[in-house]
């Protein structure tokens, strides 16, 4: 397990409907059924709201409150209002997880952690994002991602996906020296 200051994260991006979600689901379910403790951040566009209007709590934030807390038996979550604050960095919304094997970060193009990049036929955009980003370590794709020098994956296959994925982070060694 790594450090709470310096997680190991690793990133899947590319554009709207080009599968960074279905592979972010399956490289967790993937991971912890290999035993990780793996948690994640979702890179969300501006107006994302996690809470039901006339709920107990979206009336606290509709208030004034800056920060909401639920708790229950099984679950809590926080919820922070920006109001007039710039969104966090990344590096700030990790210092705030709790210390686990690896942080799945999904979208957060613009960053500097190790990513995949998803591309599907499917996709609203079909620029390549690896060409201009050198923290995109490997493709993963529903088609011949065209000429490139980094690894390529099938979009489909998690195992193989994974299998990269504690290589490029490190949790393969930490594996194979565990007890």
């Not at 909401?68 to 960095?89: C, D, F, Q, T, Y």
């Not at 990790?94 to 599907?120: F, S, W």
Request: net charge neutral.
């Amino acid at each position: 397990m790594t450090g709470a200051s310096t997680p190991r994260v690793f990133g899947v991006t590319g554009w709207k409907n080009s599968g960074k979600t279905g592979l972010t689901v399956r490289i967790v379910e993937e991971l912890t059924r290999r035993g990780w403790r793996v948690s994640t951040i979702k890179h969300a566009h501006h107006e994302f709201d996690i809470d039901r209007q006339d709920s107990d709590s979206w009336r606290h934030r509709q208030a004034g409150a800056g920060e909401v807390a639920i708790v229950s038996g099984n679950r809590w979550a926080l919820m922070h209002e920006l109001r007039n604050e710039k969104e966090p960095a990344l590096a700030d919304i990790l210092a705030r997880l709790t210390p686990c094997d690896l942080v799945v970060i999904e979208g957060y193009k613009r960053e500097g952690h190790m990513k995949i990049e998803t591309r599907r036929r499917d996709s609203a955009n079909q620029m390549p994002l690896a060409p201009n980003d050198p923290a995109i370590v490997a493709i993963a794709a529903d088609q011949p991602p065209g000429e490139t020098s980094l690894p390529v994956f099938d979009l489909n296959d998690t195992i193989a996906i994974c299998d990269f994925v504690e290589a490029m982070t490190g949790l393969s060694t930490l594996r194979k020296t565990a007890p």
